[in-house]
Nanobody, 121 residues
Framework: QVQLVESGGGLVQAGGSLTISCAAS????????MGWFRQAPGKERDVVAA????????NYADSVKGRFTISRDNAKNTVYLEMNSLKPEDTAIYYC??????????????WGQGTQVTVSS
């Protein structure tokens, strides 16, 4: 049973920083790509960032390039999303996801429960 547990969400002022984490279990973490997605009220869930099994390849949504950094620690089975220069439009529920492949070219097959990030203006 794959489990993904996010943590680190909260309330932050615009321009501030926040790092959220996702701990994975139930699958050999180091063999699979990971991703962060977000869903704002009334909007669809969109990909924010993804990282390959090794960490050598990453991809970002245009809206967060240069501000967010995805990373992983395979020894800790954990993926991180460092968010800087936060904007009110970054407010959303952030979901961690694991792909069934080494690269993020497929669709994630397991999701976390989400963590709320709220950016105040």
């Amino acid at each position: 049973q794959v489990q993904l547990v996010e943590s680190g969400g909260g309330l932050v002022q615009a321009g501030g920083s926040l790092t959220i984490s996702c701990a994975a279990s139930g699958r050999t973490f180091s063999n699979y790509a990971m991703g962060w997605f977000r869903q704002a009220p009334g909007k669809e869930r969109d990909v924010v960032a993804a990282i390959s099994w090794s960490g050598r390849s990453t991809n970002y949504a245009d809206s967060v390039k240069g501000r967010f950094t995805i990373s992983r620690d395979n020894a800790k089975n954990t993926v991180y999303l460092e968010m800087n220069s936060l904007k009110p439009e970054d407010t959303a529920i952030y979901y961690c996801a694991i792909y069934p492949t080494r690269l993020f070219t497929s669709t994630p097959d397991y999701w976390g429960q989400g963590t709320q990030v709220t950016v105040s203006s």
